[in-house]
């Protein structure tokens, strides 16, 4: 059987879907490779190097043959006239919203899997997309403010003056904002930073950052039992606003992260809150394309606003192509591991499997997710 590792046809995707390691994985699961020529070029990785993993080096039309197609990105309509039926497709498929893109993949026989959906459960972390790409992109917000701020984030004693440490506030510590408390403290920065979420609290703690938030009793039931946010009520909101209002007048980068599920983000910074920060001071908005947490901040630009750069940067992850590729090349072959059969070495899709169930979109001609509409049979 065949998998065809596709170029990605969005010019600001760096990212691809296999890496050196991942084709390796997949001829031992006795799958024959074919990755598109200059498919791994934004992430660094030549075609000889996939050549000498054991893949084939194809065209685009190869993807014809393919019994299984990995992609970053959902593919186009032109994409899916290119496969064929009963081919599965695996990618991040950013379903909500794009339902007719989902129903031309059922019309078109594809049994196509969207990695985001996938459960946040043990036996599926090495396949949670979510969190290797956040992980990755919380590092990068760092890295972007620090590039936007015209000062040092290390304190710095030297023989001509003291440097300040730079003050930094990360709002929203899940997988994204945890990892950017852990780099701005190796950069030096003095770190702080705010969630709704009361077991947020320790791993903030942990991480040697100063936790920030309104504790009251909604607070401590603000944690749903998959681990993520609920939307707070209009009160909490007001009282918490009211504490980083005070706070954010004196840090010089806020990094915002905070998302809550088939929500848009939660508006946390406002217009007030930034004029009140000192000009050179940096705002990352890492919520930007779920409808942001920043109040002005713009999809895919640096925005200046009284002195304050706001920065609102698309595919973050996509920042850091290689190393996101790598970690979603992993997540992709795990994944498609569990539905190769061990004694026949063939593909052997369980559609009672719960990793399925939870991330296929089509299948035999019909959109199958019960939130698209689908009935699982
Ligand atoms: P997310 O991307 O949905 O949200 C980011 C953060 O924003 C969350 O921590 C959320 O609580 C916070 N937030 C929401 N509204 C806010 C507000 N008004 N103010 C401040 N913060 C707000 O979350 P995520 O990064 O995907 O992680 C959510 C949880 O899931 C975490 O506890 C994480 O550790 C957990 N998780 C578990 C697994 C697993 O068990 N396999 C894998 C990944 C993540």
């Not at 100063?210 to 607070?219: H, N, T, W, Y």
Request: glycine fraction near 10%; proline fraction near 4%.
């Amino acid at each position: 059987e065949i998998v065809f590792i596709a170029k990605e046809s969005d010019p600001n995707e760096g990212r691809v879907a296999g890496s050196i390691d991942s084709v390796k994985k997949l001829k031992s699961l006795g799958f024959d490779v074919v990755v598109e020529s200059g498919a791994g070029q934004g992430s660094r990785i030549p075609d000889q190097d996939y050549e000498k993993a054991g893949a084939r080096i194809g065209k685009a039309t190869d993807a014809k043959t393919a019994d299984v197609i990995l992609k970053v990105r959902r593919p186009s309509a032109q994409e899916v006239a290119g496969y064929r039926s009963g081919a599965i497709v695996i990618a991040i498929m950013d379903p909500y919203g794009n339902e007719e893109s989902i129903s031309a993949m059922a019309g078109a026989g594809l049994t196509s899997f969207a990695m985001e959906l996938m459960p946040r459960i043990t036996r599926a972390q090495s396949m949670d997309v979510l969190s290797s790409q956040a992980n990755l992109a919380g590092y990068q917000a760092v890295i972007d403010a620090a590039n936007e701020y015209d000062r040092a984030l290390p304190m710095m004693m030297t023989a001509a003056g003291t440097v300040p440490a730079a003050k930094v506030f990360v709002m929203g510590a899940g997988v994204a904002g945890l990892q950017a408390i852990a780099t701005a403290r190796r950069l030096g920065a003095v770190v702080s930073a705010t969630d709704v979420r009361p077991a947020a609290k320790e791993q903030v703690a942990s991480l040697g950052a100063k936790f920030i938030a309104v504790e009251d009793e909604e607070f401590k039931a603000a944690e749903t039992a998959g681990g993520y946010a609920k939307e707070m009520s209009g009160e909490y909101q007001a009282k918490q606003a009211a504490l980083v209002a005070e706070h954010i007048a004196k840090q010089d980068i806020v990094i915002t992260t905070a998302l809550i599920p088939g929500r848009p983000a939660p508006r946390l910074v406002t217009r007030e809150m930034l004029d009140s920060m000192k000009p050179g001071s940096v705002a990352v908005d890492l919520a930007v394309e779920r409808g942001g947490n920043i109040e002005g901040a713009e999809a895919g630009k640096v925005t200046e606003v009284g002195g304050v750069k706001i920065v609102g940067h698309l595919n973050v992850p996509g920042r850091i192509a290689a190393s996101a590729s790598l970690l979603y090349a992993k997540n992709l072959v795990t994944f498609l591991e569990t539905m190769v059969s061990k004694e026949t070495k063939a593909l052997a899709l369980n559609m009672e499997d719960e990793l399925v169930k939870a991330t296929a979109l089509t299948h035999g001609g019909s959109v199958v997710h019960p939130a698209f509409g689908g009935a699982m049979k």
